[in-house]
């Protein structure tokens, strides 16, 4: 598994822009590791899904409510993926996980503490 700390959380006001990373350690390579993602969650609202990048190959995948103005990405040599997120709206405010996905596994198995992301009107 992969060991996941996330920084780069903040207040920023509408309209803002804010770049979270992720440091990762233990096992990063494209040979154990598939997939690094992102979700969020608000406060009285369920964890969802905000943007995914295949390690070893960078395909990216993000959702409806994020497209266009948050960019995922890696950096394979520093063990480190970023989420850069523009033009933020308030309903953007959550706390972010950073998570890792395991090949032969399902689902996400490594998830980082969180960093919370305030977006004031």
């Known amino acids: 598994q992969v060991q996941l700390v996330e920084s780069g959380g903040g207040l920023v006001q509408a309209g803002g822009s804010l770049r979270l990373s992720c440091a990762a350690s233990g096992r990063t390579s494209s040979t154990y590791t598939y997939t690094m993602g992102w979700f969020r969650q608000a406060p009285g609202k369920e964890r969802e899904f905000v943007a995914t990048?295949?390690?070893?190959?960078?395909?990216?995948y993000y959702a409806d409510s994020v497209k266009g103005r948050f960019t995922i990405s890696r950096d394979n040599a520093k063990n480190t993926v970023y989420l850069q997120m523009n033009s933020l709206k308030p309903e953007d405010t959550a706390v972010y996980y950073c998570a890792a996905r395991s090949r032969g596994v399902n689902d996400y198995n490594s998830w980082g503490q969180g960093t919370q992301v305030t977006v004031s009107s």
């Open positions: 990048i295949v390690w070893g190959g960078g395909s990216t």
